[in-house]
Nanobody, 116 residues
Framework: VQLQASGGGLVQAGGFLRLSCDVS????????MAWYRQTPGKQRELAAV???????NYADSVKGRFTISRDNAKNTVYLQMNSLNAEDTAVYYC???????????WGRGTLVTVSS
């Protein structure tokens, strides 16, 4: 199973980025898809999650600024990040849970740097 994340980079405070994570290599259907983020010295934290039915949940710190979505036909999850601030600087990881015995997997991470 491969999770290929893209879209990270350097952006000024107040700007926006869109992350994508393409999932391939599994015979099982995807249940939950999520984005986590991690900064040095801190635990990885959930930023946003979306269920197979499209229900979403967000960390309080990103509510109203980030939007998670998915394209089931493409096995892709997105994270639209608006009004970015320095506290959003982190490595962002996509995480996927498959149905049945498919297990769960992490992507490699993509770095987002917000300059103030």
């Amino acid at each position: 199973v491969q999770l290929q994340a893209s879209g990270g980079g350097l952006v000024q405070a107040g700007g926006f980025l869109r992350l994508s994570c393409d999932v391939s290599g599994s015979i099982f259907s995807i249940n939950r898809m999520a984005w986590y983020r991690q900064t040095p010295g801190k635990q990885r934290e959930l930023a946003a999650v979306i269920s197979s039915g499209g229900s979403t949940n967000y960390a309080d710190s990103v509510k109203g600024r980030f939007t998670i979505s998915r394209d089931n036909a493409k096995n892709t999850v997105y994270l639209q990040m608006n009004s970015l601030n320095a506290e959003d600087t982190a490595v962002y990881y996509c995480f996927v849970v498959f149905n049945s015995a498919g297990g769960s997997y992490w992507g490699r991470g993509t770095l987002v740097t917000v300059s103030s």
